[in-house]
């Protein structure tokens, strides 16, 4: 039979061992190693040839040398004459104050815009709504430096600044605050602080061991909120009420004493986070929304108060949704902190920036931003998901 | 219709009423309510008449800083006077009508390509052509058109010509990555799976400080490739990982029996891809696609990083001026307002295309 013939033939080109989806497998993956491989190593060969030509030795020897630039703004002691080592660790300092303040200040105005955009009030939520699509649809880069031009151009003088109980100064040269004066009377009241704090954290896993025996919520907000206000108060009086600050004040043209938020610092603060609260506040509001109201009436039938409805039933359920998209924006956050470069605060994108134009080591350069920028993603990733898992559905999906 | 019989008098009761019992509804429901309108309403009674006396009563809209600052409002006269400049950037003067009708076609090929009804085959090559059309109008050299190069463009072209070549041109490669990544092949699943992190592990800023530091040395000694066409790359390269993950999504959503169909009727892996799943998955992404389109047009403003005067960075020029410095507010303000329109329409766009495709969806 003629068909039967066809179907021998076709059926034994389909057993050729070129046909089989093993071997071919095995041809593409070469194939894609071997591109690599020929592309990574005219590339390395050219940069080698580019390298000697401009007489730069690779290697990280480099991070020894004198860094020889100043830096305006760090953490650590830091002077021209000290290593490209230091100045990269003060610049990632830098990074990481920017980043841990505007998480948490994004944070907290993306929590209260997303609450007020679900307001019964009409008004609230036009305003929360307005402010979500007029900074979601507009680059960080603009509002960044929308705020500093601010702070720079429209802040008054230092001569005139303005003055809060002589205590506080806002001028185009940031904002000046006391700062406390180490002696032993604010040690006291730190170690105070900190002590409520821990006391606090212990008081509350205790009500949680206590509500599960006997199914009584313990007040364990306001509780803490008077150890942590209360305590330290106390003993700021017991000692005499007696702690030293140092204060701002106007020497020349400039103010000297205390802590100085420079308008880099501000600005760029200003921008991340005027920025990153508007998508945050959307996530906010649909994690809340994906509880369903069911939920909100059954609680209320069973008579918890309106607060405690959102603390014991719909905070829970909705952080499973908020979580995930929110590690998202804490990861964009930090990923917008180079942009510190537009407005010359230096950061470690602009310090590695200015270290690759002295020294010529590039590749160096890039690969400490990149290694550090995945380090920090990676960190970030691996707290959250370890935090959405503690809070996820125990025994479900 | 039957209130049009009714005398006005009466009309206007009820519509007071309405309009009363809304008002209690939606404004005074509660104490609190009550008061949280009262403050609102007041702090906007104190601001709206400041903005409006600032924005048009006092305004100056002639081109004189002087003028401005005796009026003490807004100094629309900074428009008048740089418009140019920030749509244009240092694109040469007399030659400005190129970039103007180059951000025509863009609007019009995004108006075309928006239209569910035009997703043929024959898009992507209209959109190649206008590509290549806006591409021969910038750099010119031909038919009169004296030639440009790529340092002197700016502005909104700069801005559209970077996203929009960013997304069409690392949409081949995503669709690559998102395969590659979801193959049983082990290797080439790694690769795809260390290329995607590793760029969405790394600030786009730190991408195109890398594109403008490093692909010098990475080229072979003599060919220099100029400044605007090593941030492309980078964006490409950059905006291709993330794309690679809203096709893996859209991919995932593929339902098993589709690819047992296509097996089982003996199409080949790539027949199947291409007239089986891709047409499906390819749909259902379109609304990330555009937020993604969104996210690249706004982040080219990083560019300014390293030196291209796109729509932002050329704001800022104008703004440098010492004479018009005092007014960045009215500056920013209608840049913002440029992106604020794109990426307004955009995002209104793609919420339109999702509650289409839920209506798709539900209704088969």
């Not at chain 1, 071997?34 to 040839?49: E, S």
Request: aromatic share 12%; glycine share 6%; proline share 4%.
């Amino acid at each position: 039979m003629p068909n039967s013939d066809l179907f021998k033939i076709s059926s034994s080109e389909f057993h050729r061992w070129w046909n089989s989806e093993r071997f071919r497998g095995i041809i593409y993956q070469l194939l894609l190693v071997m591109t690599v491989l020929i592309i990574g190593w005219i590339l390395v060969a050219n940069t080698l040839t580019n390298l000697d030509s401009r007489n730069i030795a690779t290697g990280f020897k480099f991070l020894d040398r004198e860094a020889g630039f100043g830096i305006s703004e760090h953490l650590i002691n830091y002077k021209p004459s000290d290593s490209y080592l230091r100045a990269f660790k003060v610049g990632l300092l830098n990074t990481l104050r920017v980043a841990t303040i505007g998480i948490v200040l994004a944070t907290i105005l993306g929590i209260i815009i997303g609450i007020a955009r679900l307001s019964r009030n009409w008004i609230v939520v036009r305003l929360a709504a307005t402010y979500i699509e007029a900074v979601r649809n507009v680059p960080v880069l603009l509002l960044l430096l929308f705020c500093y031009s601010i702070i720079t151009i429209s802040l008054p003088l230092t001569r005139v600044a303005f003055n809060l109980f002589d205590r506080i100064f806002v001028s185009n040269r940031g904002i000046h605050i006391p700062s406390l004066i180490w002696d032993i009377n604010s040690l006291i009241v730190l170690l105070t602080l900190v002590a409520s704090v821990l006391l606090s954290i212990g008081i509350g896993y205790w009500s949680h061991w206590h509500q599960k025996k006997d199914r009584r919520d313990f007040p364990i907000l306001l509780i803490s909120l008077i150890l942590i206000i209360g305590l330290p108060s106390l003993v700021f009086l017991m000692i005499g009420a007696k702690l030293s600050f140092d204060i701002p004040h106007l020497v020349g043209f400039n103010f000297t004493g205390g802590t100085t938020f420079s308008p880099e610092f501000i600005a760029l603060l200003l921008g991340l986070v005027i920025y990153t609260s508007a998508f945050i506040a959307e996530i906010v509001r649909s994690g809340i929304l994906s509880v369903s109201y069911g939920q909100t009436e059954a609680a209320l039938s069973l008579g918890l108060s309106n607060i405690q409805v959102l603390r014991l039933v719909v905070l829970p359920q909705s952080l499973r949704v908020i979580i995930p998209p929110l590690t998202n924006q804490y990861l964009n956050l930090v990923k917008n902190a180079p942009l510190a470069v537009s407005i010359g605060f230096p950061d470690l994108v602009s310090i590695a920036n200015t270290a690759i134009n002295q020294t010529g080591q590039a590749i160096e350069g890039v690969f400490i931003i990149m290694s550090i920028y995945l380090i920090i993603s990676l960190s970030i990733s691996f707290f959250m998901n370890w935090y959405n898992k503690r809070i996820a559905l125990r025994g479900g999906h | 219709m039957a209130k049009t019989f009714l005398p006005h008098s009466i009309t206007i009761s009820i519509l007071l009423k309405e309009s009363i019992g809304w008002a209690r509804q939606h404004l005074f429901s509660s104490f609190g309510n009550s008061i949280l309108t009262i403050t609102v309403f007041s702090i906007l009674w104190f601001f709206v008449p400041q903005l409006v006396n600032w924005s048009l009563i006092k305004a100056t809209w002639v081109n004189n800083p002087i003028a401005c600052q005796v009026n003490g409002g807004a100094c629309w006269g900074l428009i008048t006077d740089k418009y140019r400049l920030i749509l244009f950037g240092i694109y040469p003067y007399e030659e400005q009508w190129r970039p103007f009708v180059a951000i025509l076609l863009f609007i019009a090929i995004m108006l075309i390509v928006a239209n569910p009804r035009f997703w043929k085959l024959w898009l992507s090559s209209l959109l190649a052509l206008t590509l290549a059309i806006i591409a021969t109008l910038m750099w010119g050299g031909i038919a009169n058109l004296p030639f440009v190069s790529t340092d002197r463009w700016g502005g909104l072209p700069l801005t559209l010509i970077l996203s929009v070549t960013g997304i069409v041109l690392s949409f081949p490669l995503a669709i690559l990555l998102a395969l590659g990544r979801r193959s049983k092949l082990p290797i080439i699943r790694t690769f795809c799976i260390i290329y995607i992190e590793l760029w969405r592990g790394v600030p786009l800023i730190s991408v195109l400080f890398m594109s403008s530091i490093m692909f010098p040395l990475l080229m072979p000694e003599g060919i220099t490739i100029d400044k605007l066409l090593r941030a492309q790359l980078g964006i490409i390269l950059f905006t291709a990982a993330y794309l690679a993950e809203i096709v893996r999504g859209g991919l995932q959503s593929i339902p098993r029996g589709q690819h047992e169909a296509a097996d089982a009727i003996g199409l080949t892996y790539w027949q199947k891809m291409r007239l089986v799943i891709l047409p499906q998955a390819l749909r259902l992404i379109i609304p990330p696609l555009v937020g993604q389109f969104i996210t690249t047009f706004k982040d080219t403003s990083f560019v300014i990083i390293i030196g291209l005067y796109d729509l932002l960075s050329s704001t800022r020029v104008a703004l440098s001026d010492p004479q018009w410095q005092r007014f960045y507010i009215e500056g920013y303000l209608v840049t913002a307002l440029i992106y604020f329109v794109f990426s307004y329409v955009m995002s209104q766009y793609s919420q339109y295309l999702e509650r289409r495709l839920d209506i798709n969806m539900y209704s088969k």
